[in-house]
């Protein structure tokens, strides 16, 4: 493999977030980033997770910014929905963008 090959190679891979670099994390951000919100059983029920793993892990992205959460109450029931900031939706495509060029022929 050429040198400058391998340096974009290395390149790429210091431009992947560790943060996204969990599946359940980089599931919730791909959701978010098709609809404007969904709610903590929407995001539940797509991802197979239980309630304490998705919790931890929608915590983790809240913490770094990349989701906000707005909660209400409908029908006497809290309902906990998520957005992806605009934090969130640049480090998403930073991080499918070094995804690419990692996986990308070069000529």
Same mark, same amino acid.
């Given at each position: ?17 560790? +943060?996204? *670099?969990?599946?359940?994390? @980089?599931?919730?951000?791909? @959701?978010?980033? !098709?609809?404007?919100? +969904? ?6 029920? +797509? ?26 109450? !409908? ?13 969130? !939706?640049? *480090? ?9 060029? +990692? ?5």
């Amino acid at each position: 493999m050429p040198h400058n090959q391998s340096d974009g190679i290395k390149k790429a891979l210091d431009q992947l977030s560790k +943060l996204l *670099g969990h599946r359940t994390r @980089l599931g919730i951000c791909v @959701l978010l980033a !098709r609809h404007t919100a +969904l709610s903590f059983s929407r995001l539940k029920e +797509l991802l197979e997770e239980t309630d304490g793993s998705l919790g931890a892990q929608l915590k983790k992205l809240e913490e770094e910014d990349f989701v906000s959460v707005k909660k209400e109450f !409908r029908d006497r029931k809290p309902v906990s929905w998520y957005s992806l900031t605009e934090k969130g !939706r640049v *480090g998403l495509e930073n991080h499918l963008h070094a995804l690419t060029e +990692l996986i990308q022929p070069k000529s």
